[in-house]
T-cell receptor, first 115, second 111 residues
Framework: SAVISQKPSRDICQRGTSLTIQCQVD?????MFWYRQQPGQSLTLIAT?????????ESGFVIDKFPISRPNLTFSTLTVSNMSPEDSSIYLC????????????FGQGTRLTVV | LAKTTQPISMDSYEGQEVNITCSHN???????ITWYQQFPSQGPRFIIQ???TKVTNEVASLFIPADRKSSTLSLPRVSLSDTAVYYC????????????FGGGTRLMVKP
């Protein structure tokens, strides 16, 4: 298994500002993903973070709003830009060792509140 | 991607066996079935994965009938700590696109 650490674990931010969430994996993973989860709801995939290239975004999510970096096989960041209260959610980072290995590992999540 | 349908919630008592069924009528030939468990304030955790028939590990069993249009996660002798949300996912294992979560089943284990 792999351990995924996310920072910050929670934050309260002013609308119009941006927050960058960091995701660190304790070992190399081929694939990394970012999810959003509203309390009591299921997870929604935001994007797949690709090393050395632009992330692949799911329908409804755009790079200008959720820029993602992935400089190496153990680290990724998600920025929530120009935040509004509707962005209040839990953001989860996930990793999988290979594209064919569907046992994904998840971080504890970042609980974001926008006021 | 094949869509999954699960019961929204289930109740059980400690020591009982719990079976959670997932319907995936449009499952494709290359699709695998994976189950995750999520506790409050934590990320999901992989439980089990299978393609057909039966798979068993130290945590659960997964039963998949021949037509693969459904699957059943079986949790033997549940305890209070098994109270969680259980997600059934279906997707092409090779494409890395398994990770589309459906609604999940909220299991409540009572003493």
């Amino acid at each position: 298994s792999a351990v995924i650490s996310q920072k910050p674990s929670r934050d309260i931010c002013q609308r119009g500002t941006s927050l960058t969430i960091q995701c660190q994996v304790d070992s190399q993973v081929t694939m990394m993903f970012w999810y959003r989860q509203q309390p009591g709801q299921s997870l929604t995939l935001i994007a797949t973070a690709n090393q050395g290239s632009e992330a692949t975004y799911e329908s409804g999510f755009v790079i200008d709003k959720f820029p993602i970096s992935r400089p190496n096989l153990t680290f990724s960041t998600l920025t929530v830009s120009n935040m509004s209260p509707e962005d209040s959610s839990i953001y989860l980072c996930s990793g999988a060792r290979a594209s064919w290995n569907t046992e994904a590992f998840f971080g504890q999540g970042t609980r974001l509140t926008v006021v | 991607l094949a869509k999954t349908t699960q019961p929204i919630s289930m109740d059980s008592y400690e020591g009982q066996e719990v079976n959670i069924t997932c319907s995936h009528n449009n499952i494709a030939t290359n699709d695998y079935i994976t189950w995750y468990q999520q506790f409050p304030s934590q990320g999901p955790r992989f439980i089990i994965q299978g393609y057909k028939t039966k798979v068993t590990n130290e945590v659960a069993s997964l039963f998949i009938p021949a037509d693969r249009k459904s699957s059943t996660l079986s949790l033997p002798r549940v305890s209070l700590s098994d109270t969680a949300v259980y997600y059934c996912l279906v997707g092409d294992r090779g494409a890395g696109n398994m990770l589309t979560f459906g609604g999940g089943t909220r299991l409540m284990v009572k003493p």
